[in-house]
């Protein structure tokens, strides 16, 4: 059996080199379950996926800014996951990451899938969408989101604006647009912590 060695990018902390004589020491276990960084404990799809976001040959940087990007990305690709049309083909995916493990370009063309074509992906990449993300439930905001579309179309504005400030003091910021094909309005989200 041949060896196969694999050289990693240093752990970095918000830039620098984790290092215990730097006092920025932090452990998985730490971002999981403490509010070490970012005053707030970190789910592990996140985690995981922020480490996926960079090559393995580059730092890995545990910056809030990072953390927080990686968690948008999730209930973006999460929200693309849930929709019932089927998009792409998980070729690209494998073949991403059949090329020197290209963890980047594997979630660059995750973002061009949708339907269970992107849980299947995301399944492989140990990000399974059935998980809540952390203490984000993303189904049921989804589901707030259709209710608050339905509201706008009946013109009950009252309500409508009700369920967008609730979502907002939740943490969950929308932004309403239109499809560019049907016209009809679209609302997506983000978390804002």
């Not at 240093?10 to 960084?37: P, R």
């Not at 693309?80 to 063309?109: H, K, M, W, Y």
């Amino acid at each position: 059996m041949a060896n196969v060695w694999m050289h990693n990018g240093f752990v970095q902390v918000e830039g620098k080199k984790m290092a215990k004589s730097e006092g920025n020491f932090v452990t998985i276990h730490d971002l999981l379950h403490t509010e070490k960084l970012g005053g707030r404990k970190w789910p592990g799809e996140v985690l995981r996926l922020a480490m996926l976001m960079t090559h393995y040959r580059e730092p890995i940087d545990f910056s809030v800014k990072r953390l927080e990007e990686a968690e948008a990305v999730m209930a973006k690709l999460w929200r693309r996951a849930s929709q019932s049309d089927e998009t792409g083909e998980p070729d690209v995916v494998v073949d991403a990451l059949g090329d020197d493990l290209n963890t980047v370009d594997a979630i660059r063309a995750m973002s061009m899938l949708a339907g269970n074509v992107l849980r299947q992906a995301l399944a492989l990449l140990g990000l399974p969408p059935d998980a809540p993300l952390g203490d984000i439930d993303v189904a049921a905001i989804e589901a707030t989101i259709q209710r608050r579309l339905s509201l706008i179309r009946e013109k009950n504005w009252a309500e409508a604006d009700r369920i967008r400030d609730e979502l907002i003091a939740d943490g969950v910021q929308l932004k309403d647009g239109k499809d560019p094909e049907t016209g009809e309005r679209t609302t997506t989200w983000e978390v804002k912590r």
